[in-house]
C-alpha cells in the first residue's frame, strides 16, 4: 500500500507540552512538505525540506522544528512556543522534476 | 502581492445541477494553475492542471477554464453528485527562493443537497 502517512489522525497537546507529528511516504519522493490548515484561509507552508538532511523554514516557522534523517520520514515538532497550535496539519512529498504535491491524510491538533 | 482569491466562499446545490467555482490569482510569473478536491478531514487530491497555453480542460465531469490575461480561473461541476461534496482549492505556483512555492486559495466549499 503505498503513499503518505501521517499519524495520528488526532492529537492532543497541553499547555507548555511539545508534540511530535509523524509523516512517512513510500514513493521515494525527494522533497517533502508541512502545511497548517485553518478555517477560511488558504494552506500556509510551515517547513519544507528537498533532499536528506537539508531543510528550510517556510512562511510561519516559528514554533515548529522538523528533522530529515531519512528519505521517507519527516517528523513535524510543535513545540511550547507555538501559542496557537490549533490546526489541520498536512504533510506532502514530491517527486523530482515534477511541481504536483502529493498530500496525506492530515492531522488535527487541539490543545487541551 | 502574490495572492489566489476564491469565490465564493461557500455554496450549496442540489444533486443534478450545475455549479463553477471562481479563482483569481495575482502571481506573477504566472507557469500554471491547479484546482485540488479536498474531502472533509482529507489531505488534497489534484484535480487538474491548467498550463499558460490552455484555455480550457476537462476531467470527467469537471471542466476548468482559464484566462491568462485576466488572470481568472473557473471550475465547472456538470451533473454534481453527493460525493462532490468537498472543498475546491485552487493553487498557483510561484517560483521564489529557488524553488516552486505554492500559492493557496482559501477555498470553495461545496455541499451537494439530495
Known amino acids: 500500500d503505498g503513499g503518505i502517512t501521517q499519524s495520528p489522525k488526532y492529537l492532543f497537546r497541553k499547555e507548555g507540552q511539545n508534540v511530535t507529528l509523524s509523516c512517512e511516504q513510500n514513493?521515494?519522493?525527494?522533497?517533502m512538505y508541512w502545511y497548517r490548515q485553518d478555517p477560511g484561509q488558504g494552506l500556509r507552508l510551515i517547513y519544507y525540506?528537498?533532499?536528506?538532511?537539508?531543510?528550510q523554514k517556510g512562511d510561519i516557522a516559528e514554533g515548529y522544528s522538523v528533522s530529515r534523517e531519512k528519505k521517507e520520514s519527516f517528523p513535524l515538532t510543535v513545540t511550547s512556543a507555538q501559542k496557537n497550535p490549533t490546526a489541520f496539519y498536512l504533510c506532502?512529498?514530491?517527486?523530482?522534476?515534477?511541481?504536483?504535491?502529493?498530500f496525506g491524510p492530515g492531522t488535527r491538533l487541539l490543545v487541551l | 502581492k502574490n495572492q489566489v482569491e476564491q469565490s465564493p466562499q461557500s455554496l450549496i446545490i442540489l444533486e443534478g445541477k450545475n455549479c463553477t467555482l471562481q479563482?483569481?490569482?495575482?502571481?506573477?510569473?504566472?507557469?500554471?494553475l491547479r484546482w485540488y478536491k479536498q474531502d472533509t478531514g482529507r489531505g488534497p487530491v489534484s484535480l487538474t492542471i491548467?498550463?499558460?497555453?490552455?484555455n480550457t480542460k476537462s476531467n470527467g465531469r469537471y471542466t476548468a477554464t482559464l484566462d491568462a490575461d485576466t488572470k481568472q480561473s473557473s471550475l465547472h461541476i456538470t451533473a454534481s453528485q453527493l460525493s462532490d461534496s468537498a472543498s475546491y482549492i485552487c493553487?498557483?505556483?510561484?517560483?521564489?527562493?529557488?524553488?516552486?512555492?505554492?500559492?493557496f486559495g482559501a477555498g470553495t466549499r461545496l455541499a451537494v443537497h439530495p
Open positions: 491548467m498550463t499558460f497555453s490552455e
Open positions: 479563482c483569481n490569482y495575482t502571481v506573477s510569473p504566472f507557469s500554471n
Open positions: 493553487v498557483v505556483p510561484l517560483f521564489s527562493g529557488g524553488y516552486n512555492k505554492l500559492i
Open positions: 506532502a512529498s514530491r517527486p523530482e522534476r515534477q511541481e504536483t504535491q502529493y
Open positions: 514513493l521515494n519522493h525527494d522533497a
Open positions: 525540506s528537498q533532499i536528506v538532511n537539508d531543510f
